[in-house]
């Protein structure tokens, strides 16, 4: 993931050698796929694709447009209106020529992806409205009863929220105030299916219970033989599952088994694991007995989301979630044994130590929860660090700290349960100090006096401290400290990296408007098919910081400037990679491609699995486009037109990246496609 590549480490080597203790870890728990099954939401080029073709494709909002929400200007969260059969056709042609169907591709993934953006079903045309099961909120909501579209790409949400029974809604009917459109998207993986069939008799499609059709499906006669349903039970609050609830446990079965009755093949995908961030978070047992049951009632897979690497402070948890993939069958305390086994002689103290903070994560509230979210605005997996210090106090510290000086004390002449027992204290400072910094920030926020800001100072000082002298230099690996200082950063503002300065930004800004949005044709839109492909070597790029933003005004883009002085650089890792230091800002990439002969009619695409996390480009000296949809372009694969910039011989082809957060530059491939029109002879 992203959070993978940020700061919050000493050097490069110190995060490399974190990254590959976990992966040990994971590949002795033997966690991974030859089949990925990490389908992803679908269509986030899909507006850019068809915006102006195939407005049909897209949800009809209650003001009776198709189109993106304020705040959304490339459409990657738009709904799509899936009743329609024409969207259904380009799906299934967009998989045909996939090459991730290929089982010799890296990651192979076989099945259709119908899977929606990430946005609740919005879209009210009444054909979609007519495969919904009857609702008596329909005619409650406000946007489907009140017609009332929202203004912003951030509400959508509210078409999707469902009151917990302990939070009913207004008129007191909690289950009854947000309707559920699982039947209509149930009907649509059917219809995807069928149209995939006619292509390929074995085809299977994959698609989401998600959002407002997580419920299962109302209606009968629905058949999903041939679909994998990615089950994905709702969170709750922003708070993420915590406290995870007996009555979550009882909702997320009553969906299981209504879709898997259908008979789709499931797939447990939650969002579970993105739970506490670095917190002393515990839910081990609601976890094993919720997974025993998936696994016992027709589960095929699971694509958990996502490994944080809070290993000193959420242990058990992590080690239960890697322990039950393989004994589906074990007990949650079965598990806990084996894990509390191996601090020896400290087993006992350790016990009451995480016993302590199951209870707490217990026993925490819901309308507490969603109260501190309002009031600290954050609490989402993105913003967790902003509720820390409202979910653990001073005194649970204290108390907690308490039990694990027993632990030491009970460890006492073994060096290795010793060794251990550290690693427990280890999570348990962090959380504390994480906590105490979130504190003193809020007491800044309310109050920007002198004497706040140097209190935060110090505090975020002490915890970076910490971390780097303490968790770091130990080497036993008790926490993924670039992501969660990522988080912190983004989230809640930490400078765990310096923003730029504001000369800095009026540089970015000039620059952008000098090489604004020069949109490329879709090829499917040109009725062309594509003919020929081939991937760009990974080395024999030039590379050259831009710390200045000021490249294009000195002539990087053109051929006849020198890059004397640029660095030889492989193009399949992020730019941390070779500059061998975090790094937030702008970069140039040059190479030279040769087009050995004339084009003849067809036509030339430049195709990037992915730049972290903005793109402009030239081929010779000619501007063609850029991919600028902020941080959220990162991993989404993109093409632009160069025909017209060509020559027949040695082309250049410069790339000028943009950062704003983590990680930075082309670090998928690139590749160059040949189209032809539709019925030509041309190759």
Avoid at 104 to 129: F, I, L, Q, S
Avoid at 454 to 469: C, G, I, S, V
Wanted: charged fraction near 25%; glycine fraction near 8%; hydrophobic fraction near 35%.
């Amino acid at each position: 993931s992203k959070g993978s590549h940020v700061p919050g480490w000493s050097s490069p080597e110190a995060k490399a050698k974190f990254h590959e203790a976990q992966k040990l870890f994971l590949t002795r728990h033997r966690l991974g796929a030859v089949e990925n099954l990490g389908y992803g939401h679908s269509f986030g080029r899909y507006w850019r694709r068809f915006g102006k073709s195939n407005p049909e494709f897209f949800a009809e909002l209650p003001d009776g447009t198709r189109r993106p929400l304020a705040g959304d200007p490339g459409g990657s969260s738009i709904t799509m209106c899936v009743s329609e059969p024409s969207l259904w056709k380009r799906i299934v042609a967009d998989w045909e020529r996939k090459s991730e169907r290929d089982p010799k591709h890296v990651p192979y993934r076989p099945y259709v992806n119908a899977c929606e953006n990430d946005t609740p079903g919005m879209c009210t045309c009444t054909r979609c409205r007519s495969w919904d099961a009857p609702h008596p909120s329909f005619e409650l909501h406000e946007y489907w009863g009140k017609k009332v579209t929202p203004s912003q790409r951030s509400e959508r949400w509210r078409v999707a929220h469902q009151p917990r029974p302990e939070d009913p809604g207004e008129d007191g009917r909690a289950r009854e105030y947000s309707p559920s459109l699982s039947d209509r998207y149930a009907r649509y993986y059917a219809e995807v299916l069928r149209e995939a069939r006619k292509v390929d008799p074995t085809a299977r499609v994959a698609g989401y219970a998600y959002s407002n059709y997580y419920e299962p499906p109302r209606g009968t006669g629905i058949d999903l033989r041939g679909v994998t349903v990615l089950h994905v039970p709702p969170m709750g609050s922003r708070g993420l599952w915590i406290p995870y609830t007996d009555e979550k446990s009882a909702e997320f079965r009553r969906s299981w088994d209504g879709w898997s009755r259908l008979g789709a093949a499931m797939v447990l995908r939650p969002n579970l694991a993105h739970t506490g961030a670095n917190l002393p978070v515990f839910y081990a047992r609601q976890l094993a007995a919720d997974f025993s049951y998936a696994a016992a009632h027709g589960m095929v897979g699971t694509y958990f989301d996502s490994l944080l690497g809070a290993w000193s402070a959420q242990g058990p948890t992590i080690y239960t979630l890697a322990r039950i993939h393989q004994r589906p069958e074990w007990s949650a305390d079965r598990i806990l044994d084996e894990d509390y086994a191996v601090f020896g002689p400290a087993e006992a103290g350790v016990r009451k130590y995480f016993g302590y903070w199951e209870r707490h994560s217990r026993e925490l509230e819901s309308k507490d929860i969603r109260r501190y979210e309002d009031e600290e605005k954050g609490g989402s997996f993105k913003d967790y660090v902003r509720i820390a210090h409202r979910l653990f106090s001073p005194r649970n510290f204290s108390d907690a700290r308490a039990l694990l000086n027993d632990a030491r004390r009970q460890a006492e002449g073994d060096k290795l349960a010793l060794r251990r027992v550290s690693y427990l204290e280890q999570g348990l400072a962090d959380a504390e100090l994480t906590t105490a910094t979130r504190a003193a920030q809020g007491r800044m926020e309310k109050d920007g006096s002198a004497e706040n800001k140097a209190a935060f100072d110090a505090a975020f000082r002490r915890l970076a401290e910490y971390r780097t002298t303490v968790m770091e230099a130990g080497g036993d690996h008790p926490a993924n400290l670039g992501y969660f200082a990522f988080r912190e950063q983004s989230g809640a503002g930490w400078p765990h990296i310096p923003r730029p300065d504001e000369k800095e930004l009026k540089r970015e800004s000039a620059f952008q408007a000098r090489w604004p949005d020069k949109p490329s044709p879709d090829p499917a839109n040109q009725k062309l098919v594509l003919v020929g492909s081939r991937q760009l070597p990974r080395t024999g790029w030039v590379f050259r910081k831009d710390s200045a933003r000021t490249g294009d005004l000195q002539g990087w883009h053109l051929p006849k400037t020198s890059t004397d002085g640029w660095q030889a650089v492989d193009i399949s890792k992020a730019w941390e990679s070779f500059l061998r230091e975090p790094y937030v800002g702008s970069g140039w990439y040059r190479r030279h491609i040769e087009i050995p002969e004339p084009l003849a009619g067809r036509s030339v695409y430049l195709q990037f699995g992915g730049v972290d996390e903005s793109c402009w480009l030239w081929v010779n000296k000619t501007y063609v486009g850029r991919h600028h949809i902020g941080p959220k372009g990162w991993d989404i694969a993109f093409r632009l037109d160069i025909t017209r910039a060509l020559r027949p011989g040695r082309n250049l082809v410069t790339v000028r990246a943009m950062n704003t957060v983590g990680a930075g530059g082309i670090w998928r491939p690139v590749k160059l496609e040949f189209y032809s029109p539709a019925g030509s002879k041309g190759r």
